[in-house]
């Protein structure tokens, strides 16, 4: 094997005008000397079209290959799969355009790709840091990220969407990038991959770092994305089936997912004790709800504090502090919500579901 194989960088972009060139000019600046740039434009109704051909050079004569191909809008998946079948590249890296790639970001991803002894290594992802921001949103969401990459250890079962690569030609046999799947493109393709053998690693070196989610209504739509996808994972590849180590990548989900039913039966506690004559009963079922509820609202409180929402200004400290539990409730009712429009999903055979 050569020295630097080749490696193709892939993104996929779509409405995402604000962000095309720092992203562009972070795959350019890399340091490894052997890459090829693969942009595919997923139908995007803004100006990215534009922004993303002033960098098209397939010829490298500004010094790297930068392919830009303009596609109408068929989907994160579609576009993957487009970019994968043009790689040249022995390796294909996935990166999202919200993204900069730190500059040793493919040198420290082909690094680790050797493995150790006899592990085959198809697949090797990085570390992503999102930007804390300046909102509670943008903090629990930089938070709940550092958090999740803390935990994983080196061999892992997802390569994630903005910081990973994937051997080209096994990527190939599993059919790369289905076209049909909502979202969670990135945990199917890692799955396919270690139930074939596989070996995923991860080295926190590879870096990319994320612009800050600071927007509380596109983090709900994201974190009912991510549940509604999930529901295709676990059905798609139930534990029995799941080789390798498990999930890694839950953060704190499964914990406020909990949140909406406790918070149920809490507000109907309290509307029986303030429209009859109930008095408080701590034996009763809804009063243990309640209480369950302060509990789980003051341990996640707790567990976000230590962290970003600890940070700053005493002024800043009692706004997050205000903001939480709200967020808290919509954070679990998203989640409800994605859940339940991934059974839909799977009752009649949508987005992926076989």
Avoid at 12 to 37: F, T
Wanted: neutral net charge; contains cysteine; proline residues 3%.
């Amino acid at each position: 094997m050569s020295e630097y194989p080749m490696v193709s960088i892939t993104v996929a972009v779509r409405d995402a005008e604000k962000w095309v060139n720092d992203c562009l000019q972070s795959l350019v600046n890399q340091s490894y000397p052997n890459i090829e740039i693969i942009a595919v434009n997923d139908g995007s109704s803004d100006s990215s079209g534009e922004y993303l051909q002033n960098w098209h050079d397939p010829e490298g004569k500004k010094g790297i290959a930068v392919h830009v191909v303009q596609l109408p809008a068929s989907g994160l998946s579609a576009a993957r799969q487009h970019a994968l079948k043009m790689a040249k590249g022995m390796w294909v890296a996935i990166t999202d355009i919200d993204c900069q790639p730190h500059s040793t970001w493919i040198e420290n991803l082909v690094k680790q790709s050797k493995g150790i002894d006899d592990e085959d290594v198809v697949s090797v992802a990085g570390r992503v840091i999102f930007e804390e921001g300046d909102t509670v949103v943008s903090r629990i969401r930089a938070q709940e990220i550092e958090s999740k990459y803390l935990k994983r250890s080196r061999r892992t079962t997802l390569a994630n969407g903005p910081c990973s690569m994937f051997l080209r030609e096994r990527l190939l046999q599993i059919g790369g990038f289905n076209p049909e799947w909502y979202h969670a493109e990135d945990m199917e393709v890692s799955l396919k991959l270690v139930d074939s053998g596989g070996v995923i690693i991860h080295t926190p070196d590879a870096i990319v770092q994320h612009v800050a989610e600071s927007s509380l209504r596109i983090f709900l739509r994201k974190r009912a994305r991510d549940a509604r996808a999930h529901m295709r994972i676990v059905r798609n590849y139930p534990q029995r089936k799941r080789q390798g180590p498990g999930f890694d990548f839950m953060g704190s989900s499964w914990f406020v997912l909990a949140l909406a039913p406790f918070l149920g039966g809490a507000l109907l506690q309290l509307l029986r004790i303030g429209l009859t004559d109930v008095e408080f009963d701590y034996s009763a079922l809804g009063s243990q709800l309640m209480l369950a509820m302060i509990a789980i609202y003051l341990l996640l409180g707790i567990k976000l504090s230590k962290g970003y929402l600890g940070r700053g200004s005493l002024k800043t400290k009692i706004i997050d502090s205000v903001q939480l539990p709200l967020i808290l409730a919509f954070w679990s009712l998203w989640l409800w919500k994605g859940i339940i429009l991934g059974v839909m999903d799977a009752v009649f055979s949508k987005n992926g579901h076989r």
